[in-house]
């Protein structure tokens, strides 16, 4: 796989020659320019990952370039390669939007780490966009993810949403369950029928046969007008029947004639109703337990599964869960009118290794809690914010400092100069700080675990 597209900027042609092979041997695609507007040119006209350029260059130099870049293309990650002497030339850059930089001479490892990085996020932000764009318009209930485990799903989806058959959908809850019933619909010949989405478990039984079937005049007390049932509103579309398990066994044997015959009933009549519908039916688990211990019928389960779906559990994608969560903080953050927040790798690792009972449900959740700023609990193993609520509020604003400069030293692995780029202040007052918070030996931690 293309680990991404670089746009590679230096006037010593020696250099830049070899920092093309190595990054084309690691798996890169490379462009390399040896004139700074040559390569802004390029950048015009093509969507690379990411702009790595020298600074010290003759006529427009690397801060020229990240300006014009900047200003051009804002969402293009650029990363400065800088003499040993321009650390603060290369604080100001970071200020002004670059997004990291390396002192010469540079690791050649260390500089993949900073471009995967910088891809990474290059890439989630694309998708963000693309998923905005596919919220807006009719394609709003997109299935979000990378992962080898979505791209089936999307893929099977795809092959069975316009042949016209039910279809059981199988997902522990809160893997998106819905989301997969309306993408059948929404890619089906039915699209433009309506969607119509009942819930087994909460429809209490007595009012069950009224709601789902419809009844006629004068069929019980309060019945004062007839009245359409759910099969009938949603003719010529989709019937999502969800947590179909939770349905009592003698209303099964009458959803079990909709599905073989094609018609409903309604409650105080005796006329058969045909219906054109697409029923999608939705469990928790497999439902051979609840067949064994006779709680659902064998023939309904047959019936409902001559295709199936599978959605795998969040804990099946980790590799999906950075995504999803910048897509739901970002979503929330137009939604409340808020500033889009972006998790640090370092935070959105530490999601990775969480259960996710809840799934992807749960993983909205919190992202909606960071968008609002509700939930800044989402920390590194380790450096998580103190409550310290027994504290003066002095001593709470020193513990909450510590905090974040380790934070900034974790996303900079251990570099105090790329820390105090990040926090916004003089490499020097950043010393100080650590320092009075006796954080040095966490910084040589950090140095001497990245380089391990």
């Known amino acids: 796989m293309n680990r991404g597209h670089i746009l590679l900027v230096d006037d010593d042609?020696?250099?830049?020659?070899?920092?093309?092979?190595w990054l084309t041997v690691s798996g890169f695609s490379v462009e390399a320019f040896h004139r700074p507007e040559e390569a802004f040119t390029a950048l015009l006209r093509a969507e690379p990952h990411?702009?790595?350029?020298?600074?010290?260059?003759?006529?427009?130099?690397?801060?020229?370039?990240?300006?014009?870049?900047?200003c051009q293309k804002p969402d293009v990650p650029v990363v400065?390669?800088?003499?040993?002497?321009?650390?603060?030339?290369?604080?100001q850059a970071i200020k002004q939007g670059a997004e990291d930089f390396l002192e010469k001479p540079y690791d050649a490892e260390r500089l993949l780490t900073v471009l995967d990085k910088a891809v990474e996020k290059r890439r989630m932000k694309q998708e963000i966009v693309r998923l905005q764009n596919l919220v807006g318009g009719e394609e709003k209930d997109a299935i979000v993810g990378d992962s080898p485990a979505i791209q089936n799903l999307r893929?099977?989806?795809?092959?069975?949403?316009?042949?016209?058959?039910?279809?059981?959908?199988?997902?522990?809850?809160?893997?998106?369950?819905?989301?997969?019933?309306?993408?059948?619909?929404?890619?089906?010949?039915?699209?433009?029928?309506?969607?119509?989405?009942?819930n087994c478990g909460a429809l209490p039984e007595a009012i069950f046969e009224s709601e789902v079937f419809g009844h006629v005049k004068g069929a019980f007390t309060g019945a004062i007008?007839?009245?359409?049932?759910?099969?009938?509103?949603?003719?010529?579309?989709?019937?999502?029947?969800?947590?179909?398990?939770?349905?009592?066994?003698?209303?099964?044997?009458?959803?079990?004639?909709?599905?073989?015959?094609?018609v409903v009933e309604r409650l105080g009549e005796n006329r058969l109703r045909p219906v054109d519908v697409r029923i999608v039916a939705a469990a928790k688990s497999d439902l051979a337990p609840e067949i064994a211990a006779a709680r659902f019928r064998e023939d309904l389960f047959y019936r409902l599964a001559t295709v199936d779906i599978r959605i795998p559990p969040l804990r099946q994608r980790r590799d999906d869960i950075g995504l999803?969560?910048?897509?739901?903080?970002?979503?929330?953050?137009?939604?409340?009118?808020?500033?889009?927040?972006?998790?640090?790798?370092?935070?959105i690792e530490q999601l990775r290794q969480q259960e996710w009972r809840g799934n992807v449900r749960e993983l909205k959740a919190q992202a909606e809690r960071f968008a609002l700023g509700?939930?800044?609990?989402?920390?590194?193993?380790?450096?998580?914010?103190?409550?310290?609520?027994?504290?003066?509020?002095?001593?709470r604003l020193a513990a909450y400092e510590a905090h974040l400069i380790r934070e900034a030293l974790d996303r900079?692995?251990?570099?105090?100069?790329?820390?105090?780029?990040?926090?916004?202040?003089?490499?020097?007052?950043?010393?100080?700080?650590?320092?009075?918070?006796?954080?040095?030996?966490?910084?040589?931690?950090?140095?001497?675990?990245?380089?391990?």
């Open 50 to 70: 990411v702009v790595v350029t020298d600074v010290r260059m003759p006529g427009i130099d690397g801060m020229t370039l990240l300006n014009s870049i900047v």
């Open 412 to 452: 900079s692995d251990g570099s105090a100069a790329r820390a105090a780029a990040v926090l916004g202040i003089p490499l020097r007052t950043l010393n100080e700080k650590m320092s009075r918070r006796g954080l040095q030996s966490y910084r040589r931690r950090q140095t001497e675990n990245n380089e391990q």
């Open 13 to 21: 042609r020696d250099l830049l020659k070899a920092a093309t092979d």
């Open 225 to 262: 007008a007839d009245r359409e049932g759910k099969f009938e509103h949603a003719a010529g579309g989709t019937i999502f029947l969800d947590e179909i398990e939770s349905m009592p066994l003698g209303l099964q044997a009458k959803i079990l004639r909709v599905l073989q015959e094609r």
């Open 374 to 395: 509700l939930d800044d609990t989402i920390m590194q193993a380790g450096t998580a914010a103190p409550e310290a609520t027994d504290l003066a509020l002095p001593d």
């Open 80 to 91: 400065l390669i800088t003499a040993h002497g321009d650390v603060g030339l290369a604080v």
């Open 324 to 347: 999803l969560f910048g897509h739901f903080a970002t979503l929330a953050a137009h939604r409340y009118g808020r500033p889009i927040r972006a998790a640090p790798a370092g935070q």
């Open 155 to 198: 893929s099977r989806v795809a092959t069975l949403a316009d042949v016209d058959i039910d279809v059981l959908v199988i997902g522990e809850t809160g893997t998106g369950k819905e989301l997969v019933a309306r993408a059948l619909h929404r890619l089906s010949r039915r699209s433009a029928g309506p969607f119509v989405a009942i």
